[in-house]
């Protein structure tokens, strides 16, 4: 489907005449229309001073927000938990922190598997243990102090 051929015939029919004309009588009474504007928007309120609370009034509103978050999840969850099971949860793990805390690595996986005997170490085990914690970098530097 060609329209090229269509064109022509198209812009024959619409004519040359512009569809849009000025009202009779525009321009005689235009500067006085123009001037009557002019003044009216000359003649408008002055902006109004910003108060204080104009400053104020977004962080008051988000600090409301945020409270209001805060209380609706801190207080449900506040009473759902019970506090004196949570007492002694925490007294309890920070037990268990302060008993494990000077343990090391090695140490503390043959407690927990139930291993009391003291193995000696052999190299291969050694070597496998400074393959995975140690870069080459840092054995060098250890070597060469």
Avoid: C, W
Wanted: hydrophobic letters at 45%; zero cysteines; proline letters at 6%.
């Amino acid at each position: 489907m060609d329209f090229s051929e269509k064109i022509p015939a198209k812009l024959a029919e619409a004519g040359k005449e512009l569809p849009f004309a000025i009202p009779p009588r525009y321009f005689d009474d235009f500067p006085a229309r123009l001037k009557a504007r002019i003044d009216k928007e000359s003649l408008r309120e002055e902006p109004r001073k910003v108060r204080m609370y104009d400053y104020l009034r977004p962080v008051l509103g988000l600090a409301a927000a945020f409270a209001a978050v805060f209380l609706l999840v801190f207080f449900p969850v506040k009473l759902i938990t019970q506090p004196a099971l949570t007492a002694e949860a925490s007294s309890d793990a920070q037990n268990i922190i302060n008993l494990v805390e000077h343990v090391d690595d090695h140490t503390f996986f043959s407690l927990l598997e139930g291993e009391t005997v003291h193995d000696t170490i052999s190299d291969d085990a050694l070597e496998s243990y400074l393959a995975a914690n140690f870069s080459d970098y840092d054995i060098y530097l250890e070597i060469h102090k």
